[in-house]
């Protein structure tokens, strides 16, 4: 059974950092792409980051240059590093698993990202 | 920057007909955005609906549609049933390993 589990969020101060985790089962990350999406409070979902299943990695505007991702293959886990943080990167954080027609068949149950001071 | 619309809100009746849309602000949807759709009741995670503009996903009853109609992507939701209320969403591959997703419709079924 395929499962995608966060973990990592938390409070933050603004300009923190924190690392977001995204732990799979019953599938192989790495043979898969991979993408985080987010949503604000009372908000619609937005797309953020994705790793590919070459590794690389491509990013919103609204993130580029402040938010990372990657994976370790042996933990089989996916990561989201954000740095730079701001009151508008307040959201419900989501990874999910993608598919060769571009589109996203798994998520996990989000994990909640709060900035505040 | 290459917005993705959606209609804030629609309305329907139970057992009634209703087509949302996904558009963009500048040029026409096509299957080359791979379209597909998502919906989310408040507090629940994101189910996918349809992809690959008109692939329904696993378990989606066929009450469910996905098509293209004029320049946007339109999924069209037939026999309409009190638990269809909720948040449905678009997202377009924009190409370049980037997705925008839609601002999402809330529909409501009364």
């Known amino acids: 059974e395929v499962q995608l589990v966060e973990s990592g969020g938390g409070l933050v101060q603004p300009g923190g950092s924190l690392r977001l985790s995204c732990s799979a089962s019953?599938?192989?990350?790495?043979?898969?792409?991979m993408t985080w999406v987010r949503q604000a409070p009372g908000k619609g979902l937005e797309w953020v980051s994705v790793i590919h299943s070459s590794g690389d990695t491509d990013y919103a505007d609204s993130v580029k240059g402040r938010f990372s991702v990657s994976r370790d293959t042996f933990k089989n886990t996916l990561y989201l590093q954000i740095t730079s943080l701001r009151a508008e990167d307040t959201a419900l954080y989501y990874c999910?698993?993608?598919?060769?027609?571009?589109?996203?068949?798994?998520w996990g149950q989000g994990i909640l990202v709060t900035v505040s001071s | 920057q290459t917005v993705v619309t959606q209609e804030p809100s629609f309305s329907v009746s139970p057992g009634g007909t209703v087509t949302l849309t996904c558009g963009l602000t500048s040029g026409s949807v096509s299957t080359n955005y791979y379209p597909s759709w998502y919906r989310q009741t408040p507090g629940q995670t994101p189910r996918t609906l349809i992809y690959n503009t008109d692939t329904r996903s696993s378990g989606v009853p066929d009450r469910f549609s996905g098509s293209i109609l004029g320049n946007k992507a339109a999924l069209t939701i037939t026999g309409a049933q009190a638990d269809d209320e909720c948040d449905y969403y678009c997202?377009?591959?924009?190409?370049?390993?980037?997705?925008?997703f839609g601002g999402g419709t809330k529909l409501t079924v009364l």
């Open positions: 019953g599938f192989i990350v790495s043979n898969f792409y």
């Open positions: 999910g698993r993608g598919r060769p027609t571009f589109h996203f068949d798994y």
């Open positions: 997202v377009l591959y924009m190409g370049s390993g980037v997705w925008v």
